[in-house]
């Protein structure tokens, strides 16, 4: 799945900073994709680039219409409508990552193809895939995973690619949701994927590359958490990564949006390790990754400390250390 | 997904025996579903049933022309499409398990529209599901787990499910995959769910029941093979299981079409427990159903000794053997 760039960003009305998170997003990770933002009356967030409108954004060379904010329920506003329909009269693609697809709105259907433009629905996949083989394919792979859902693994992976580039190593992030496709321009959403085809999707999304190569695959879910796990299995699996890194957090008591108990962060590590054995022997993990944002700073050592002699691996917050010994351990172990 | 019976089987052409085998499957565990087989020219599997024409089998109340084999690629035959317009016709609903969807074919469309019958797409999935939540439910939950795929857990379960009604218990198969739903009447093809919602899926298969009520859940795939572990372990959090059986053979070397060595059984007890824990913190091993096959006689007692010392566990051939010992360490254990 492409999604081409330069982007126009439409936050829409979006009452916060979090209903727009997927615009921020946008701007921190992609400033080079984004040429500014569309905004109706009344929105509260601000991603601090040029406010354009569709038909001015289109004549300055933007391809896309990104909806960067979310909508209450999932649904399609009526009141978006109209501004989509402009950014397709515009000549531009429209991408959303709602659960509501704009494929079904027959509106939006009739003038895209009326325009020659292209409604791309992040969450959804129609494209054919196979199932996962398991062959061992050249290139390394270094793998995301989690405690729990939201809880960094993005983040994470994006910085761990940056980090290996900044050192001149060829790294790429494979793009897992939505929010990593529109970074990345590119990847599949697969927990969009039928359930038969999640590996061949992770193998699809990481393919054999040159021997020094490292994809840098977004993870998702948990092994352990009762909504996902199937999701989480079939990437692992599926991107036979040699290395992954475990993103946890300390505050939480259970898991997002169920009742079951946060996992031990060794479960986690030692169930990845044998489940990913299955498609790479090799594996390891390389180093954690802790979301310390409910934590003082005096917390946030104490906490790094105490996994990091309990694991015997590098323990950061890369939003607040950066991944330098998470790196350092992993291109002294591979 | 509910499929009504009584089936009309079409076998169609089918050169040998195993081509036929979801209708010899009917045969053997529905009898009471099945009027009769349809056959074409050339066909060499016989169920042993009447053979009745689509109209015939409408006349004495018919309700499903099934397709009871394979096609060769997995795609609808066309010298097939007469007769499933004729079913349609005689005002049967046609269900089939192939990859390729009844529904994308217009002649069959327009003619069950016409007819007010249905096209039942057993490997297609298109109802609404929420995704899994984990929440404990009443009743009680037993699931068949495979070293491997095509390893015997439909047929282990069908028998676990017909044991327990006869020792005067109530329980339920619940199918996971197309012949299985078609033996039911009922099911969801696991495999065929967008991966976000397979646990979702087994949530809804297996729902809150009376205390002593048992499901019997049909497993799929391994929680080790690189095709299908993501379904596996949706399947297996999603169903909570109190107890599951473990299913094996002893000649394979690797797990089937793909690379991967067959895995060891305790590896595959130990990860079922592990990760079933998630959900159903009792969840425990009680017996191993042993595919004998490829083995003499003397070998297949060798074979069941090994693994019963090995495990501690009951171990049988529930084609040789039955199911009681484990059933009475079911009983006991629960």
């Given at each position: 799945?492409?999604?081409?760039?330069?982007?126009?960003?439409?936050?829409?009305?979006?009452?916060?900073?979090?209903?727009?998170?997927?615009?921020?997003?946008?701007?921190?990770?992609?400033?080079?994709?984004?040429?500014?933002?569309?905004?109706?009356?009344?929105?509260?967030?601000?991603?601090?680039?040029?406010?354009?409108?569709?038909?001015?954004?289109?004549?300055?060379?933007?391809?896309?219409?990104?909806?960067?904010?979310?909508?209450?329920?999932?649904?399609?506003?009526?009141?978006?409508?109209?501004?989509?329909?402009?950014?397709?009269?515009?000549?531009?693609?429209?991408?959303?990552?709602?659960?509501?697809?704009?494929?079904?709105?027959?509106?939006?259907?009739?003038?895209?193809?009326?325009?020659?433009?292209?409604?791309?629905?992040?969450?959804?996949?129609?494209?054919?895939?196979?199932v996962g083989t398991g062959k061992p394919r050249?290139?390394k792979r270094l793998l995301t995973v989690g405690t729990d859902c939201?809880i960094?693994k993005k983040?994470a992976a994006?910085?761990?690619?940056?980090?290996?580039?900044?050192?001149?190593?060829?790294?790429?992030?494979r793009?897992t949701g939505?929010?990593?496709?529109?970074?990345?321009?590119?990847?599949i959403?697969v927990d969009?994927v039928?359930s038969?085809f999640v590996s061949g999707a992770a193998e699809a999304l990481s393919?054999?590359?040159?021997?020094?190569?490292?994809d840098v695959v977004e993870g998702q879910g948990s092994l352990l958490h009762?909504?996902f796990a199937g999701v989480t299995l079939g990437l692992l699996q599926g991107s036979q990564p040699d290395a992954f890194v475990l993103c946890?957090?300390?505050?939480?008591?259970?898991?997002?949006?169920?009742?079951?108990?946060?996992p031990?962060p060794?479960e986690v590590i030692e169930l990845t390790i044998r489940l990913g054995r299955a498609t790479n022997p090799s594996i390891q993990c390389v180093?954690?990754?802790?979301?310390?944002?409910?934590?003082?700073?005096?917390?946030?050592?104490?906490?790094?400390?105490?996994?990091?002699?309990?694991?015997?691996?590098?323990?950061?917050?890369?939003?607040?250390?950066?991944?330098?010994?998470?790196?350092?351990?992993?291109?002294?172990?591979?």
């Amino acid at each position: 799945m492409d999604v081409h760039a330069p982007y126009l960003v439409f936050l829409a009305n979006a009452h916060d900073r979090l209903a727009a998170k997927t615009g921020y997003a946008l701007v921190d990770w992609c400033p080079e994709r984004v040429l500014g933002q569309c905004r109706m009356d009344g929105c509260v967030a601000d991603l601090g680039v040029r406010e354009l409108s569709p038909e001015q954004a289109a004549a300055e060379g933007a391809r896309t219409f990104v909806i960067g904010t979310v909508s209450p329920g999932g649904a399609l506003q009526g009141s978006w409508l109209r501004l989509l329909e402009r950014a397709l009269d515009a000549g531009l693609d429209v991408a959303s990552g709602m659960h509501r697809r704009l494929a079904d709105v027959p509106e939006l259907v009739a003038r895209a193809e009326l325009r020659g433009c292209r409604l791309i629905d992040l969450r959804h996949h129609d494209g054919a895939l196979g199932v996962g083989t398991g062959k061992p394919r050249a290139g390394k792979r270094l793998l995301t995973v989690g405690t729990d859902c939201s809880i960094g693994k993005k983040y994470a992976a994006l910085a761990l690619a940056a980090g290996l580039r900044k050192r001149g190593h060829a790294a790429d992030f494979r793009a897992t949701g939505q929010t990593g496709i529109l970074i990345a321009g590119t990847g599949i959403a697969v927990d969009a994927v039928v359930s038969d085809f999640v590996s061949g999707a992770a193998e699809a999304l990481s393919p054999e590359a040159d021997p020094g190569h490292w994809d840098v695959v977004e993870g998702q879910g948990s092994l352990l958490h009762p909504s996902f796990a199937g999701v989480t299995l079939g990437l692992l699996q599926g991107s036979q990564p040699d290395a992954f890194v475990l993103c946890h957090e300390t505050t939480r008591t259970h898991m997002r949006n169920v009742d079951t108990p946060m996992p031990d962060p060794a479960e986690v590590i030692e169930l990845t390790i044998r489940l990913g054995r299955a498609t790479n022997p090799s594996i390891q993990c390389v180093g954690i990754a802790l979301n310390t944002s409910g934590l003082s700073e005096a917390q946030a050592v104490a906490a790094k400390q105490a996994l990091a002699t309990r694991h015997a691996l590098p323990v950061i917050d890369p939003l607040v250390d950066g991944v330098t010994p998470i790196l350092d351990r992993l291109l002294a172990s591979l």
